[in-house]
C-alpha cells in the first residue's frame, strides 16, 4: 500500500485517493468522455449514460480489483489526475491512468507508464496496460518499448499490452528504453 506522497517525473506527485477527492474524480471522468458526447443521441440520454458508466466503474473496480491502489495526482499543488494500479504477486496491472484536459498531451502519461515499467522491473513482475483500439498515440508508444497484445484479455474495444522486463532491466543492469518485446505469459 502506499502511504503519503510519491515523486514522480515532471513534478508530480502522486497520493492515495481520499473522500475529498470524490467530486474532484467524478467531474475529470464527465469532462473526459467525449467519446460518448459523439453519439448520435439526445443529450440527456448520453449523460445518464455517463453517468451509469461512472458508477459502473467505481463499483466494477473494486469488484473486479480489490486489491487496487488508487492515487490522484498533483503537479504544483493542483490536481491534475488519477492513477488506480493493481499490484499483484504475479503482475502489475495499470488499471486507469487519466488527466484533467489542461494536463492532456503534455508527456505526463508517458513518463509515467515509464515510471510503472520500472516499478514493474524492480519487483520483477510483467506490466499489463488496457490500451483503447482508438488511441494510436498510445499503441505506438507501447509497442516502441516492447509491450505485446494478449490476445485472450484483448476484445473490440480494447488491446490488452503486457510489457515483460528482461533480467537486465530486474537487476538494474540496464534502464528502460524502447526495445523489441520480450515473450512471456502471465
Same mark, same amino acid.
Given at each position: 500500500?502506499?502511504?503519503?506522497?510519491?515523486?514522480?517525473?515532471?513534478?508530480?506527485?502522486?497520493?492515495? /485517493?481520499?473522500?475529498?477527492?470524490?467530486?474532484?474524480?467524478?467531474?475529470?471522468?464527465?469532462?473526459?468522455?467525449?467519446?460518448?458526447?459523439? /453519439?448520435? /443521441?439526445?443529450?440527456?440520454?448520453?449523460?445518464?449514460?455517463?453517468?451509469?458508466?461512472?458508477?459502473?466503474?467505481?463499483?466494477?473496480?473494486?469488484?473486479?480489483?480489490?486489491?487496487?491502489?488508487?492515487?490522484?495526482?498533483?503537479?504544483?499543488?493542483?490536481?491534475?489526475?488519477?492513477?488506480?494500479?493493481?499490484?499483484?504477486?504475479?503482475?502489475?496491472?495499470?488499471?486507469?491512468?487519466?488527466?484533467?484536459?489542461?494536463?492532456?498531451?503534455?508527456?505526463?502519461?508517458?513518463?509515467?507508464?515509464?515510471?510503472?515499467?520500472?516499478?514493474?522491473?524492480?519487483?520483477?513482475?510483467?506490466?499489463?496496460?488496457?490500451?483503447?483500439?482508438?488511441?494510436?498515440?498510445?499503441?505506438?508508444?507501447?509497442?516502441?518499448?516492447?509491450?505485446?497484445?494478449?490476445?485472450?484479455?484483448?476484445?473490440?474495444?480494447?488491446?490488452?499490452?503486457?510489457?515483460?522486463?528482461? /533480467?537486465?532491466?530486474?537487476?538494474?543492469?540496464?534502464?528502460?528504453?524502447?526495445?523489441?518485446?520480450?515473450?512471456?505469459?502471465?
Amino acid at each position: 500500500m502506499i502511504e503519503g506522497t510519491v515523486n514522480l517525473p515532471h513534478g508530480i506527485t502522486a497520493r492515495p /485517493a481520499g473522500k475529498a477527492d470524490k467530486d474532484f474524480l467524478a467531474k475529470m471522468y464527465r469532462d473526459n468522455r467525449d467519446d460518448l458526447r459523439m /453519439a448520435n /443521441a439526445e443529450k440527456d440520454y448520453i449523460e445518464t449514460v455517463i453517468e451509469m458508466q461512472l458508477e459502473a466503474q467505481q463499483g466494477g473496480y473494486g469488484a473486479q480489483f480489490p486489491n487496487a491502489i488508487y492515487l490522484v495526482l498533483e503537479k504544483n499543488g493542483s490536481r491534475i489526475g488519477r492513477l488506480t494500479l493493481d499490484v499483484q504477486p504475479v503482475e502489475m496491472r495499470l488499471v486507469d491512468l487519466d488527466f484533467i484536459k489542461k494536463a492532456q498531451g503534455k508527456g505526463f502519461g508517458s513518463s509515467i507508464l515509464l515510471w510503472l515499467m520500472k516499478a514493474a522491473a524492480t519487483t520483477k513482475k510483467p506490466l499489463l496496460v488496457p490500451n483503447r483500439r482508438d488511441d494510436f498515440a498510445m499503441g505506438k508508444f507501447l509497442k516502441k518499448y516492447g509491450f505485446v497484445e494478449d490476445q485472450s484479455m484483448s476484445d473490440e474495444v480494447f488491446a490488452r499490452m503486457s510489457w515483460f522486463p528482461t /533480467a537486465d532491466e530486474m537487476h538494474g543492469l540496464k534502464d528502460i528504453a524502447p526495445r523489441s518485446a520480450v515473450q512471456g505469459t502471465v
